[in-house]
């Protein structure tokens, strides 16, 4: 078998790991309030769950091209709290337009128009009430790593998961049907 070898040094290269390689990645759509009380929503595809027993779970930000720390950030590490939202392929939409870079401040639940809010039990944050399963979360570290430009430093953001909701129709005996629920991911590139 004929292969191609590539220097992860060179950015073309490290491209490929982050989005040919690795799939499918689950999407954090990560929900946050600021101290102001202003709501963000947005999708992380560097999203994972890290441990089972207490749960775990992380997603990774790059900064903005202007070198600023993206709003989810800088509200769960203000705040203490964030919620995960599970993204579906009904709610595509809505994490795309969730995608779009906008001033700091800016509601994307309104931006969307096909979502609404619920308020969270545990933590105060909104949640998605149209995703199936969302896990409310207490923010617990950032990790920090060093990037290129002109994204620059890409913040690893973990949170202990203390809260779960699950829609009742995406159970079937009492178990999530994860066929039910119908999950979107992202696959490599733009896929």
Request: net charge negative; with cysteine.
């Amino acid at each position: 078998m004929n292969s191609t070898q590539l220097d992860v040094r060179d950015r073309p290269a490290n491209l490929f790991i982050g989005s040919a390689c690795v799939v499918p990645r689950p999407i954090g759509w990560i929900s946050t309030k600021s101290k102001q009380g202003q709501c963000n929503l947005a999708p992380y595809s560097q999203f994972a769950n890290l441990t089972f027993d207490p749960p775990y779970v992380m997603f990774s930000s790059n900064q903005t091209v202007e070198g600023k720390r993206k709003d989810t950030v800088v509200n769960a590490e203000e705040t203490g709290i964030f919620v995960w939202n599970l993204a579906t392929w009904d709610l595509r939409e809505a994490v795309n337009i969730t995608a779009e870079q906008t001033p700091y401040g800016t509601d994307e639940f309104d931006l969307c128009g096909n979502i609404s809010k619920e308020q969270a039990t545990l933590v105060d944050a909104p949640m998605i009430r149209e995703s199936p399963v969302k896990f409310e979360c207490q923010y617990h570290t950032t990790i920090r790593l060093p990037g290129n430009p002109p994204m620059g430093t890409v913040d690893i953001v973990i949170g202990k998961v203390i809260g779960v909701h699950i829609a009742d129709d995406v159970l079937t005996d009492g178990i999530l049907d994860i066929k039910k629920t119908r999950p979107i991911a992202r696959c490599g590139y733009y896929q």
